[in-house]
């Protein structure tokens, strides 16, 4: 069964919908379980509400669950230390690039981090062609 971890932190909100998309494709009904991992509590409920399987919050729940998970999903900010308001520890981001599954990151502009060269778009056509990446990765 595929692993596929959702990660998200602040309110929930991007987490919540990436996770209602996964949730509709067939791949996923089809022996993909996807678990919600966030910094918080209430963005972890926010997920769960929206389809996930099982879920955890905080530091120590995300740096284990990335282990097994082989597909990671959220925010190219789950990478970056002290982001979304401080939200993701070093430990968080270093855990999950040391993860062996493949990273899919939105690419969302943070705070005090520029992507030169990404022409912004909008989050829900980030967060379909996500979902059509997990997609893929499913089906190969």
Known sequence: MKKIAVIDGLGGGIGSELVSRLRDLK?????????????????VERMLKAGATRGAAGENAIRMSVRSADLIVGPIGIIIADSMMGEITGVMAAAILAAPGERILLP?????????????????KMIEKAVEIVRERLLS
């Open 27 to 43: 791949e996923v009904g089809c022996g993909a379980e996807i678990i919600a991992l966030a910094a918080n509590a209430v963005a």
């Open 108 to 124: 969302l502009q943070n705070e005090h981090v520029t992507l030169a060269g990404f022409e912004g778009i909008p989050l829900s």
